[in-house]
């Protein structure tokens, strides 16, 4: 590469790992305020909040590439157009289409980091965040076994537990279900413990009371007991499907064994293409969104005053772009033949940068008049 080849390529890494950074951690902080609200909350540690943040990570990431690739070559060339870079170069000889050299490997080298995301991190990421989720879901020390404290796992119901010891075992247990209509049942009990057996949670209570209130007769029976099974398997399972989703399955199952990967994750094969193609289009995007910063900024030439209507219109162009992959996507979901369509957008994206940098090389001007024109006969 020429020298000043080089010099922008420099100049677009620098502000490139800038914006990364500085939208990474504007989106971490907005996902890690939602995880420590729910996950320190429900009485977890430090150690699986941090895990948790760390397994989101490379799909925030994946996210924001295209954005700071996009802030890093507007930057960029505005910066060296208003500085006069731009001008002197064009000056000796250099093209639009010639300076397109630097902003291109740019690109590529952004879609590079996007591919490697794409099919290898961000899948693992999510298959491992998504286990680790169900495991903390059928977790029954994080949702019912914290002392001191009212909790309310399910509507109508209150569950308290005065102390844990060392071995497991609870002491002064209350627990209240009001979820029959017209009925509520209190049940007191010196001692607990918590049983699995056959995948089903029980807590076993002994020597305790039990008060069954007839909300209608306003009736109160009292009942004690040695020891009584409460069944609390509902309330600590899992709370959602455990069925693979596509995003956690490789590139490689869904082109090969897209039927066979549709049905396991109960989702249509044209669901199953548009992720596996989604894979290669979203880095390509990130190529076209360097490449559209660029071109529609040297469209303007130089000003000093910048270009900032045309770093307005290189958004514009953006937004133009993300809406044809917006319409492309119903069509290709209800029917995997349509998966082409996929690329569109990259397609409407490239030939928007060809005719933008098409009009930078041979700008259209409009012939003024002769100064003998201007002057109207006496």
């Known amino acids: ?34 995880l420590f609200d729910r996950l320190i909350g429900d009485g977890h540690s430090a150690g699986i909040f941090l895990e948790f943040t760390a397994l989101s990570l490379p799909n925030v990431i994946r996210l924001v590439l295209p954005m700071a690739a996009f802030a890093a070559t507007t930057y960029v ?49 999510l298959a491992q965040l998504r286990e680790r989720e169900g495991e903390i879901a059928e977790s029954i020390s994080a949702q019912l076994l914290r002392e001191g404290q009212f909790l309310h796992p399910s509507r109508g119901l209150t569950f308290y537990i005065g102390e844990i010891t060392d071995d497991g075992q609870l002491r002064d247990v209350f627990l209240s279900d009001r979820r029959q209509r ?48 409460y069944d609390v398997s509902a309330l600590v399972g899992s709370s959602g499907s455990q069925r693979p989703r596509t995003y956690a399955m490789s590139t490689a199952d869904l082109l090969l064994r897209t039927d066979e990967m549709a049905e396991a994750a109960d989702d249509t094969p044209g669901e199953v293409l548009e992720e596996a193609h989604n894979r290669f289009q979203q880095p390509l995007l990130a190529l076209v969104a360097a490449l559209v910063g660029y071109s ?83």
């Open 1 to 34: 590469m020429a020298r000043f080849d080089r010099y922008m390529l420099s100049r677009f890494m620098i502000l490139f790992g800038f914006f990364a950074l500085v939208l990474v951690a504007v989106y971490w902080v907005n996902r890690a305020v939602l």
């Open 182 to 229: 017209g009925r509520a049942v209190t049940y007191i009990a010196d001692t607990a413990y918590v049983l699995r057996e056959d995948g089903a949670t029980n807590i076993v209570m002994l020597n305790g009371v039990a008060q069954t209130l007839d909300l209608q007769t306003e009736r109160l029976s009292t009942t004690t007991f040695a020891d009584l099974t």
């Open 77 to 125: 060339t505005n910066r060296l157009s208003q500085d006069s870079e731009l001008a002197v170069v064009q000056a000796t000889g250099f093209s639009p289409w010639r300076l397109a050299r630097a902003p291109l490997a740019f690109g590529v080298i952004v879609m590079a980091m996007m591919l490697v995301l794409s099919h290898l991190l961000v899948p693992a990421s």
């Open 296 to 378: 529609a900024l040297m469209v303007g030439g130089f000003s000093r005053f910048g270009l900032g209507r045309q770093i307005v219109f290189a958004i514009f162009l953006l937004v133009v772009i993300k809406l044809t992959e917006s319409v492309v996507t119903a069509p290709v979901r209800s029917s995997a033949a349509l998966w082409p369509l996929i690329y569109l957008p990259t397609l409407v994206g490239l030939s928007i940068v060809a005719a933008l940098l098409h009009v930078a090389s041979r700008p259209f001007r409009r012939a003024r008049p002769r100064r003998s024109e201007e002057v109207a006969p006496a």
